[in-house]
T-cell receptor
Framework: GAVVSQHPSRVICKSGTSVKIECRSLDFQATTMFWYRQFPKQSLMLMATSNEGSKATYEQGVEKDKFLINHASLTLSTLTVTSAHPEDSSFYIC???????????????FGPGTRLTVL | GQNIDQPTEMTATEGAIVQINCTYQTSGFNGLFWYQQHAGEAPTFLSYNVLDGLEEKGRFSSFLSRSKGYSYLLLKELQMKDSASYLCAVRDYGGSQGNLIFGKGTKLSVKP
């Protein structure tokens, strides 16, 4: 159990276009989903926390108008990178926290990540 | 501020034991996690410590000293597949609730 999927796994786009990344919890309901970004040889940096049915909470320095997050249901959150630029090229990883039914020790389950390359 | 330090790289021999250290300074503390991450993949959970002491799980063990802000991950009987980055992360309720703050990771290379 506790599987999180991301789609797409890899995307290449032109500068100025928008890209949507989906994060789904496949076998559990997630009250909270987290979006991270990881640059090469760097740690995972939390971008935002999204709770189902409410606005996302963004970390300092993350532009909420550029990185649109929609937590539409208890199993789906989307991250849209608007007007992407080459500096947005990164590895984007989501994680999900189960609503109920888990021990609470490992509360976040990670998706496989999305590699975004902006040309 | 929030700071998590771990060595950048380590090398060890197949069959040996390796210890990866992590020190942290965070505004709050509600548990320390170790994750394994292979290149280009998402992290996978290895261990969790919230109380002082050693947690053992098969070939992997993790130790925590809250007073020293220190943890280590111990890997025994190293295998080639253990070559990966190992991330230390602290759960800190000081910021976003339940947020994990990650170190930069330690890249472990296991040699034959």
């Amino acid at each position: 159990g506790a599987v999180v999927s991301q789609h797409p796994s890899r995307v290449i786009c032109k500068s100025g276009t928008s890209v949507k990344i989906e994060c789904r919890s496949l076998d559990f309901q997630a009250t909270t989903m987290f979006w991270y970004r990881q640059f090469p040889k760097q740690s995972l940096m939390l971008m935002a926390t999204s709770n189902e049915g409410s606005k996302a909470t963004y970390e300092q320095g993350v532009e909420k108008d550029k990185f649109l997050i929609n937590h539409a249901s208890l199993t789906l959150s989307t991250l849209t990178v608007t007007s992407a630029h080459p500096e947005d090229s990164s590895f984007y990883i989501c994680s999900a926290r189960p609503k109920t039914g888990f021990s609470g020790v490992n509360e976040q389950f990670f998706g496989p990540g999305t590699r975004l390359t902006v040309l | 501020g929030q700071n998590i330090d771990q060595p950048t790289e380590m090398t060890a021999t197949e069959g040996a034991i390796v210890q990866i250290n992590c020190t942290y300074q965070t505004s709050g503390f509600n548990g320390l996690f170790w994750y394994q991450q292979h290149a280009g993949e998402a992290p996978t959970f290895l261990s969790y410590n919230v109380l002082d002491g050693l947690e053992e799980k098969g070939r992997f063990s993790s130790f925590l000293s809250r007073s020293k802000g220190y943890s280590y991950l111990l890997l025994k009987e190293l295998q080639m597949k253990d070559s990966a980055s190992y991330l230390c992360a602290v759960r800190d309720y000081g910021g976003s609730q339940g947020n994990l703050i990650f170190g930069k990771g330690t890249k472990l290379s296991v040699k034959p």
